[in-house]
């Protein structure tokens, strides 16, 4: 069974940081591209970040980049995000999503069941 | 920018069709993929491609996409329906991926 699990979520105070993380497995997650997308309380779905499968390709979203970044470990099936900087407006459930098919921008799936961040004083 | 816009919501009776609009400059050249999120859940994919169904989701799940207009079809909705739905394109002019706004379907 194709399966992700993020975790790393929490609380965290404005301008901390935190590092979420993300277990594969069910596929071979070298050979996929990976995403971050997070969804504030209430609202809807926010695209934040791409990684290629060799990490050569990176994307970000314009309200994360340079405080966000985006990485990946092939070799323990994991993918992460490094949050700096946080703000209020980051306070979400983060979900990470598998790009189908491999090597293309397409679509997400599956999903990850979310991880919720937190940024308060 | 490039922009996806959806109506806040659609209500609709069991057992009728509901359609989900998802508008976009020229989206008919674009691929458009389609996702259900039920309350506390992540979301899941229901059409992929414009008009494609994974494995597992109902024949009653449709999509087409013309023009400047995409289109989620359900058809003989259900109870079990009422969820969030919402359309996500790859941009390449911008290199982002986009979300529209999402949609709240209601079954009366």
């Known amino acids: 069974e194709v399966q992700l699990v993020e975790s790393g979520g929490g609380l965290v105070q404005p301008g901390g940081s935190l590092r979420l993380s993300c277990a594969a497995s069910g596929f071979t997650f070298s050979s996929y591209s990976m995403n971050w997308v997070r969804q504030a309380p209430g609202k809807g779905l926010e695209w934040v970040s791409y990684?290629?499968?060799?990490?050569?390709?990176?994307y970000y979203a314009d309200s994360v980049k340079g405080r966000f970044t985006i990485s990946r470990d092939n070799a323990k099936n994991s993918l992460y995000l490094q949050m700096n900087s946080l703000r209020a407006e980051d306070t979400a459930v983060y979900y990470c999503a598998r790009v189908v098919p491999a090597a293309t921008y397409n679509w997400f799936d599956p999903w990850g069941q979310g991880t919720l961040v937190t940024v308060s004083s | 920018s490039y922009v996806l816009t959806q109506p806040p919501s659609v209500s609709v009776a069991p057992g009728q069709t509901a359609r989900i609009t998802c508008g976009g400059n020229n989206i008919g050249s674009k691929s458009v993929h389609w996702y259900q999120q039920k309350p506390g859940q992540a979301p899941v994919l229901v059409v992929y491609d414009d008009s494609d169904r994974p494995s597992g989701i109902p024949e009653r799940f449709s999509g087409s996409n013309s023009g400047n207009t995409a289109t989620l079809t359900i058809s003989r909705v259900e109870a079990g329906d009422e969820a969030d739905y919402y359309c996500q394109v790859w941009d390449s002019s911008s290199d982002h991926f986009l979300f529209g706004g999402g949609t709240k379907l209601t079954v009366l």
């Open positions: 990684i290629s499968s060799s990490s050569s390709t990176i």
